[in-house]
């Protein structure tokens, strides 16, 4: 069974950081595309990042270039979005997906997780 947990969201003030985690299991993680989402109140979700199987190859949409960074752990089954320099407008809940080949399915999805940016 395909699991995707997300963790590490959370209330933070503008400028702040935070890293969120997403535990992937039920599937050979190391050959699976990840990637984070967003969406915010009232707005569709988004693609934010994403990487490739072997951790190196990344891509981001251009607002979060500099700010945001993807990482993936294939030990530990792990994908990562370490966000710094919080603003407002990333207020959102995150999803982590993979895309899993050899599988009659291949789109999975999380349950998100909260990023609230406030003072």
């Known amino acids: 069974q395909v699991q995707l947990v997300e963790s590490g969201g959370g209330l933070v003030q503008p400028g702040g950081s935070l890293r969120l985690s997403c535990v992937a299991s039920?599937?050979?993680?190391?050959?699976?595309?990840m990637r984070w989402y967003r969406q915010a109140p009232g707005k569709e979700r988004g693609l934010v990042a994403g990487?490739?199987?072997?951790?190196?190859?990344?891509d981001y949409v251009d607002f979060v270039k500099g700010r945001f960074t993807i990482s993936r752990d294939n030990v530990k089954n792990t994908v990562y979005l370490q966000i710094n320099s919080l603003k407002p407008e990333d207020t959102a809940v995150y999803y982590c997906?993979?895309?899993?080949?050899?599988?009659?399915?291949?789109?999975?999805w999380g349950q998100g997780t909260q990023v609230t940016v406030s003072s």
């Open positions: 997906h993979a895309w899993i080949p050899g599988l009659p399915r291949n789109d999975y």
């Open positions: 990487i490739a199987t072997d951790g190196i190859r990344t």
């Open positions: 039920g599937f050979t993680f190391s050959t699976s595309y």
